[in-house]
């Protein structure tokens, strides 16, 4: 089993949609989860990290359920810009290190 | 004002060729990093280094030597390159952790994209 598992999609969603992304992770010794994003032919930039409780930022509402082992992204009202790879972010080892998922492609259509 | 910058952007060469990517952040930040991005745009940690000291250094052929003259700068280079080492190269760096923290934001570079003909 991978470390950390998306679904690669892609996500097509008109805009003004709501999608929802899940990622998995398999060490549940994990302490850490972010989302990142990642334009094409760009590099990757932190969207929001994930908090225990949850977190919202504007559009985007991330939760993280530790008994299953799953992260999640809620993006509402989707727009143009929103088009992107998404990628789920977990630290489970070693000095800041990360494991970064394959990323979910999410393509909003106008 | 650039964050993290990484040289070249682009780099062609010929399998067999030896070649260095350089990578600079002015954030003032202690640890950086090394990535891969293949093909399949998964992105896998190479390297890192904290205060110029190597901490994390994963399963990658000794033809990578990655070099840290001072906090601000980390280098990789390549010998011998073969054609599977096409890939995109991103550097990253984050700050120290504070007491209580295990994980900071990772600030990348534009990347290199290397391809080997």
């Known amino acids: 089993r991978k470390e950390v598992e998306q679904d690669p999609g892609p996500f097509n969603v008109p805009e003004g949609a709501t999608v929802a992304f899940n990622c998995t992770y398999s060490n549940s010794a994990s302490q850490s989860f972010f989302w990142y994003r990642q334009d094409c032919r760009k590099e990757p930039k932190l969207l929001m990290s994930?908090?225990?409780s949850g977190n919202e930022d504007g559009r985007f509402t991330a939760q993280l359920n530790r008994a299953s082992q799953y992260i999640s992204l809620l993006i509402r009202d989707s727009k143009l810009s929103d088009s992107a790879t998404y990628l789920c972010v977990v630290g489970s080892g070693g000095y800041q290190k990360v494991t970064f998922g394959t990323g979910t492609k999410l393509q909003v259509i106008p | 004002d650039t964050a993290v910058s990484q040289t070249p952007k682009y780099l062609v060469t010929q399998m067999g060729n030896d070649k260095s990517i350089k990578c600079e952040q002015n954030?003032?930040?202690?640890?950086m990093y090394w990535y891969k991005q293949d093909s399949k745009k998964f992105l896998k940690i190479m390297f890192s280094y904290n205060n110029k000291e190597l901490i994390i250094n994963e399963t990658v052929p000794n033809r990578f030597s990655p070099k840290s003259p001072d906090k601000a700068h980390l280098n990789l280079h390549i010998n011998s390159l073969e054609l599977g080492d096409s890939a995109v190269y991103f550097c990253?760096?984050?700050?120290?952790?504070?007491?209580?923290?295990?994980?900071?934001?990772?600030?990348f570079g534009p990347g290199t994209r290397l391809t080997v003909l």
């Open positions: 994930v908090y225990s």
């Open positions: 954030l003032g930040h202690d640890t």
């Open positions: 990253a760096s984050s700050q120290d952790l504070k007491s209580g923290q295990w994980y900071n934001e990772q600030f």
